[in-house]
């Protein structure tokens, strides 16, 4: 069964760095795209950016690209996503999601989701 | 940036009864779309792709139509566990984005 399992909640200032992780099991990590998405509170889906962990290619969408950053360990099959200083606007729930079909980018297994709350 | 607008924002259905839900693609996506169900603190949960395709698991009360910029998503007799947000997805074209989202609520 193919499953990513997240990092808990994080509570962090503005100005902090986070790194919050996505663990995958039950497929072979480095054949398939990983996506981050962004949920901010009481609002919808906004598609962040993916991965390829087969060779770290890492693709961002224009509107989100340069705040955060996407990596991965293919070694332990999982794919981060951090910051290196956070803003308040960065409270959200962040989700990782797995592209099952190379160039048929939709996402057919969720994370749980890792609520991320930035305040002073 | 291709902008996808769902309608309406909200539905309100009475559990038996059908929904339906509308997509709109501001281009030409072909059938490159999907549809994910919200249920309230959950994640989303993969329920369409290529437009009309159920993935594993997803009952038949659930269908896609649709091409190009129009789509629908059609939920027959409507049960307790279908309430929550539905957002649509074009992987047509880069970057990816989503619908806004419509809320089915009970009537």
């Known amino acids: 069964e193919v499953q990513l399992a997240q990092s808990g909640a994080e509570v962090k200032k503005p100005g902090e760095s986070l790194k919050i992780s996505c663990k995958t099991s039950g497929y072979i990590f480095t054949r398939f795209w990983i996506a981050w998405v962004r949920q901010m509170p009481e609002k919808g889906l906004e598609f962040m950016g993916i991965?390829?962990?087969?060779?770290?290619?890492?693709r961002y969408s224009p509107s989100l690209q340069g705040h955060a950053t996407i990596s991965a360990d293919k070694s332990i099959g999982t794919a981060y996503l951090q910051w290196s200083s956070l803003k308040a606007s960065d409270t959200a729930i962040y989700y990782c999601?797995?592209?099952?079909?190379?160039?048929?980018?939709?996402?057919?297994?969720w994370g749980q989701g890792t609520v991320v709350t930035v305040s002073s | 940036e291709i902008v996808m607008t769902q309608s309406p924002a909200t539905l309100s259905v009475s559990p038996g009864e059908r929904a339906i839900l509308s997509c709109r693609a501001s281009e030409n996506i072909n059938y490159n779309l999907a549809w994910y169900q919200q249920s309230p603190g959950q994640a989303p949960r993969l329920l369409i792709s290529g437009a009309s395709t159920r993935a594993t698991g997803i009952p038949a009360r659930f269908s896609g139509s649709g091409s190009g910029t129009e789509f629908t998503l059609t939920i027959d007799s409507l049960q307790s566990e279908d309430f929550g947000v539905y957002y649509c997805?074009?992987?047509?074209?880069?970057?990816?984005?989503f619908g806004g989202g419509t809320k089915v609520e009970i009537k």
């Open positions: 991965i390829y962990p087969g060779d770290s290619d890492v």
């Open positions: 999601a797995r592209i099952p079909v190379l160039g048929d980018n939709y996402f057919d297994t």
């Open positions: 997805q074009q992987y047509g074209n880069w970057p990816l984005t």
